[in-house]
């Protein structure tokens, strides 16, 4: 048996932000602002500042133009043609109205907020940041007193009943076990996106994993998997390439699903380039013109990300106004329940960004953006780490000393370090590659039916097999057996409860179910993990209490 001298550190915190991305350093920035006093940590696997998406290559924020809207106005909007009937209206009515606030926040946390406000859409338009964004966020944060500790990841959480009091983890560099106390946490380790699509691969849903196995709720699971097109030759996205889609036959496709040009990507175009694939009129082409760096230099003035972008534009081959165009599978699951203040059902325990955005119930019937909402997901999470931030800073004023139990810390450890103590086994990357196979395809996880689900979830039985069986040459490895390990758990969340609903519902598309149900489908899908099996209720969404309702209510 391998041999390894684990050196062990306990660190204890007022609150422990986990994840240093975005919306945890927004989210330690508001603890900090909201109770000076309270001792703040963010604990990041990476790099905090640099990991997350918020500065992967998007770098656009939401904005509303509140002087001639109101947010009752956008909530009208999106309930009828986004969110479709299953969003929390009081949420994103909070959202929109903290609009403004939100920029002069971060202007003030040493982000640049450019006055250049670009339409993306019915009430909307987009502003564009630099992608230094978290950078700056950094120093921010670190001006404030926040601690922070990189190159460590929690795997797992510990309670005490229903109330959260610790963590465990260890160091992805020497494998250091630490134990980690505080009487409040805020979990911000972005959404399960199964290592695949470049901008988005950081996502690995090892946070969702984690919060399930301690007892919080999820929501929303179904909604889990965001794709859109890319250029076949260079795997380049276009957002707004499906407003203009044509079949081997020169047929405008585009019309088939769509009757005006949208601000944002739709499930109902990879419906449709899949129905003209199955019908042997592929390769679907689409024409228009290329983006490129000039264009964006003349928008705003992003000096920081201009390098990303040139070679990220620098990889399509010319300008050619035709060109093929595949799905490329993305994911975006982030499903952990959470309630106005962000706290999840576990007291004590909050969560922001990409994590719980379907969780909060907010957006509807879509993924993590950027589904429907260009420019959603960087404000979304601002905008949850501010209110998860100042819950928890007052949340703990009042909160007992945490306690932990010894044994079970023992016995996280002893799970957790498995992997790197294991002989013989197999490797994560192959179990990583049999979820990839199984969820990539458009079929399996945005156009689906109960027979290709049923075969999906065979396969997938297989992989978790392997589960039990993975092993790591080094610490780093063993991070990824533990990715691989919360890929396969969320892959079975979303293809169980995939099955389970039946109907269409905005980005959540079921070939042999065509047609939306409110009699029998205006319902929450929650998870619970009781003794370690999957248990799967309805909710009733309280669409009579909310402002907008579907017309057989009105």
């Known amino acids: 048996m391998k041999q390894f001298d684990i050196k062990e550190i306990n660190e204890q915190a007022d609150i422990i932000v986990v994840g240093g991305g975005i919306a945890g350093l927004t989210a330690a920035v508001a603890a900090k602002e909201k109770n000076p ?43 009828h043609s986004v969110g479709c009937y299953l969003g929390d209206q009081n949420v994103m009515k909070k959202y929109v ?26 009430m909307t338009y987009m502003v564009g940041i ?102 076949k030759n260079t795997f380049q996205e276009d957002v707004f390439c499906d407003n203009s889609m044509y079949n081997a036959l020169g047929q405008n496709v585009t019309k088939n699903f769509r009757r005006f040009p949208e601000a944002d990507v739709s499930a109902t175009a990879l419906r449709e ?34 390098p990303f972008w040139k070679a990220d534009i620098g990889k399509a081959a010319g300008k050619d106004p035709e060109f093929e165009m595949v799905p490329g599978f993305v994911g975006e699951m982030s499903p952990i329940r959470v309630n106005e203040n962000m706290e999840t059902s576990l007291k004590g325990f909050y969560a922001a960004g990409d994590v719980s955005y379907a969780g909060s119930a907010a957006p509807g019937a879509v993924p ?39 044994a079970k810390v023992k016995e996280l450890k002893d799970a957790a370090y498995a992997p790197i103590y294991r002989e013989e086994g ?33 396969k ?20 990824y057996a533990h990715e ?24 959540f598309l079921r070939e042999d179910y065509p047609m939306m149900d409110n009699e029998n489908w205006l319902d929450w899908i929650i998870v619970t993990n009781k003794n370690g099996e999957m248990n799967f209720d309805k909710e009733r969404v309280p669409i009579e209490t909310y402002d907008v309702q579907p017309p057989k209510f009105n």
């Not at 940590?41 to 001639?68: M, S, W």
């Not at 640049?112 to 406000?117: A, F, L, N």
């Not at 997938?460 to 991070?479: G, I, P, R, S, T």
Request: proline share 4%.
């Open 273 to 306: 380039w899949y129905e003209q694939m199955s019908q042997g009129k592929g390769p679907i082409t689409v024409h228009v013109k290329m983006r490129d760096e000039e264009g964006l230099t003349k928008i705003w003035d992003r000096p920081y990300g201009m």
């Open 368 to 406: 993590a953006p950027p589904g429907r909402n260009r420019g959603s997901g960087i404000l979304n999470a601002v905008f949850a780490g501010i209110v998860s931030g100042e819950n928890a800073a007052e949340y703990i004023k009042g909160a007992a000393d945490p306690t932990i139990d010894d």
């Open 37 to 79: 006093d309270a001792d703040v940590l963010i604990v990041e696997k990476q790099t905090t500042g640099f990991g997350g998406k918020a500065n992967k290559g998007g770098g656009v924020l939401q904005y509303f133009d509140l002087e001639h809207m109101t947010p009752e106005d956008f909530v009208q909007y999106h309930a």
């Open 130 to 231: 630099d992608l230094n964004v978290t950078v700056n966020m950094r120093k921010t944060a670190t001006k404030l007193g926040v601690r922070i500790i990189d190159k460590v990841t929690i795997c797992d959480f510990l309670t005490n009943g229903d109330t959260i009091q610790g963590a465990v983890g260890y160091s992805i560099v020497d494998g250091t076990f630490y134990t980690f106390k505080a009487k409040a946490f805020v979990l911000a380790t972005g959404s399960q996106d199964y290592k695949f699509a470049p901008m988005w691969s950081n996502g690995r849903g090892d946070g969702i994993a984690a919060a399930y196995r301690a007892g919080a709720q999820l929501r929303n699971v179904e909604f889990g998997n965001f794709s859109q097109l890319y250029k």
């Open 426 to 458: 197999v490797l994560p990357e192959e179990v990583i590659g049999n979820v990839q196979d199984i969820l990539c395809p458009v079929e399996n996880s945005i156009y689906m039916s109960e027979s290709r689900l049923n075969i999906a979830l065979k």
């Open 484 to 507: 691989a390990e919360s890929m396969v758990l969320c892959a079975e969340l979303f293809l169980r409860a995939a099955l389970l609903r039946k109907e269409s519902r905005g980005w």
């Open 460 to 479: 997938l039985a297989k992989a978790k097999e392997k589960v039990a069986k993975l092993k790591a040459d080094d610490f780093h490895q063993m991070l």
């Open 97 to 122: 109205a903290m609009n403004n606030e939100m920029l002069d926040r971060m202007d003030g946390w040493g982000v640049e907020i450019p006055k250049k406000r670009i339409p993306t859409g019915p």
